[in-house]
């Protein structure tokens, strides 16, 4: 039984030694790589002029302060449906609104106060402008963050060649250091990469106006599409890759 015993040991020790043995001569070598950084840098025209209208009420019930924003962003969003603009909601929210009483030393309840803002842009700044005009003096409606900003429709291809760019530099750099080995980038086998975008353009001028105050806010307007404040700049793109070539 030992005798046994032992040779099956044998055995497995023998198959064991030539399984490693023939797993090195089966063993492929690992390829010998280089990993190089490729840069883009670009830019693309501003396509879009956008502002936000916001609804403020206040209000001491919250149905009557709800009632009362809601109905003026009805007014709002049926005109901005004959422009050629497009809109979403970026604010809605209502609150107890308190503020600090010195005399009394405490705090004192407001109302209740409703928030709602739309974003509205458009490819035109005159149709931007005729939209501010047309709620200019109204009470309770606010203009803000007016700004220039390219779409994602024109961003997409510019960004796509701008990574494209990249990596062939990239590729590039992996050559000229291969070439002091008399070597040269072949296959890529692996990439990741990263992009910025620096797109917002704002007015120069402060932009935030009560839209009680309609020249006010039309000498902002001209002052800043005169003194190119929200033109004056395309959209920086920058685009940078971290890529893994095997060496020939």
Known sequence: MKKSLIWAGSV???????????GAFNRTPLPRTITVTGECLTSVPKDRTAITLRVTTLDKSAAVSMKQATAKIAE?????????????????????????????QKSITLGIETNIAIEVSSDSVDTIEKVLSQFAGQPDIYSENLRMFTSSEAMKPVLEDCLGVAVENARARANALAAGDKRHAGKMLDVSYGANVGNVQRPTANFLRSSAKMAVMESAMDSAIATGGIVSKDTEVSVS????????
């Open 12 to 22: 497995i020790g023998a198959g064991a030694v030539l399984a490693l043995v023939f």
């Open 241 to 248: 890759v971290s890529a893994v070539f095997e060496i020939k």
């Open 76 to 104: 709002i969003t049926s005109y901005l449906k004959t422009q050629d603009v497009k809109m979403q909601t970026t604010q809605f929210d209502s609150y107890e609104k308190t503020e600090w009483d010195r005399n009394a």
